[in-house]
């Protein structure tokens, strides 16, 4: 493994997931010394719903075609043509895709992004199974003392490290958690499920709990990653207990009871967070550093994904590194123009997809109504482009 060395980088990375090997991918051909520190070693889990976006493929093809059209080759895997989405009276709408998209294991699938980097931005130094002990912002530099090994420095530092990221808690204040905008999950993986179909992610919603559905995503070779995820609020409110909700629901949903009679689960049922765009809580940049995809609070609210996002707010803060290092200025002011670009090429949707993920939060009988009148000949573009 390689070893850090004192005062040898440009630009140091913290998170090996989608956002910071988009960053590093999107730096490969800059000149710039980059150092890559994940706290994990690869492959390693990550707990989400596996559904890897098509905006996320779209984004690594602007990088280079290369890049996406290695990942259709991983497994396991399964490409995804439509989704099926089940109202709270049981009315469903399959919804077809226009970018291909697929789902695969995080493991598998973050492994292969970080492969990426080796081959080629082979100047990148990747360093696993390294946490960041403190960080400290000076007047010309950053140090970063990790858990091991020395101190580095560097001229620039890229948070891309999750929704618990130690760059924010280092950097930034400590935020109450804000759990309007906070979203809480489980999933598992499962076999054997009756009536299950390759090519098709399955999303359920309850009159109960809107603010969030249960999930049943094919990530290939017979394996169903399903899930719940919920308001952090209506969490708290209604002391929701996600593990037992979620087998409440898999036993009792009208469009999933008896799917699970046969079916056999694969590992535990495991809990992560998830902070939703939508509403800035804290900034995502200041002098000498930005934060990147979970770090920057930028899971969309409405859907869940959040993959897409990180991805694109890595590319947009290597544009805005090398723009930095073309100047000369790390200061906040200068940095804040990769607040303005992620503000308009994602905070934008972010936004919209809040509004409407709380609008319809406390009316399942319009869910209901928009199920049924796409159904209406004409109406079916107009109700995917809305949730879509």
């Known amino acids: 493994m390689p070893t850090l060395s004192q005062f040898d980088y440009d630009v140091a990375i913290i998170g090996a997931g989608p956002a910071?090997?988009?960053?590093?991918?999107?730096?490969?051909?800059?000149?710039?010394?980059?150092?890559?520190?994940?706290?994990?070693?690869?492959?390693?889990?990550?707990?989400?719903?596996?559904?890897?976006?098509?905006?996320?493929?779209?984004?690594?093809?602007q990088l280079d075609p290369a890049f996406a059209d290695s990942l259709w080759h991983l497994q396991p895997l399964d490409a995804v043509r439509q989704s099926r989405l089940v109202a709270p009276n049981g009315g469903s709408l399959d919804l077809q895709w226009k970018l291909p998209s697929f789902n695969c294991p995080r493991e598998s699938f973050d492994d292969a992004l970080l492969a990426l980097v080796r081959s080629y931005a082979p100047g990148t130094t990747i360093v696993e199974n390294t946490s960041l002990k403190s960080l400290h912002i000076e007047a010309d530099h950053v140090r970063l003392q990790p858990a091991a090994g020395p101190e580095i420095s560097c001229q620039l530092v890229i948070g891309c490290d999750g929704a618990n990221s130690a760059v924010g808690r280092k950097l930034l204040p400590e935020p109450r958690l804000a759990r309007a905008h906070h979203c809480v999950g489980v999933r598992a993986y499962f076999e054997n499920i009756k009536g299950a179909e390759s090519g098709t992610t399955e999303f359920f919603l309850t009159r109960d709990y809107l603010a969030g559905y249960c999930w049943l995503f094919p990530v290939g070779q017979g394996r169903y990653n399903v899930g719940l995820g919920m308001l952090a609020e209506v969490v708290a409110e209604h002391k929701v207990d996600l593990k037992q909700q979620l087998q409440r629901l898999l036993t009792t949903h009208p469009a999933l009871a008896g799917r699970f009679a046969e079916a056999r689960q694969l590992g535990p049922t495991v809990g992560f967070g998830l902070p939703l765009g939508g509403g800035r809580v804290r900034p995502i940049s200041g002098e000498r550093f930005m934060l990147c995809g979970d770090a920057a609070s930028l899971i969309d609210p409405l859907q869940g994904h959040g993959i897409d996002t990180a991805i694109q707010s890595g590319m947009l803060a290597a544009v805005q590194a090398a723009a930095c290092f073309a100047s000369q200025d790390f200061s906040a002011a200068h940095i804040a123009g990769y607040d303005a670009q992620v503000a308009n090429k994602i905070g934008k949707k972010l936004a919209k997809s809040y509004r409407l993920m709380r609008f319809l939060s406390t009316k399942p009988w319009l869910v209901n109504a928009a199920v049924s009148l796409a159904k209406v000949p004409g109406l079916k573009p107009w109700v995917q482009k809305a949730i879509g």
């Open 20 to 61: 910071g090997t988009a960053c590093a991918l999107g730096l490969r051909q800059s000149g710039l010394r980059v150092v890559l520190l994940d706290k994990a070693q690869f492959p390693r889990d990550k707990v989400c719903g596996d559904a890897i976006p098509g905006h996320a493929l779209k984004a690594l093809r």
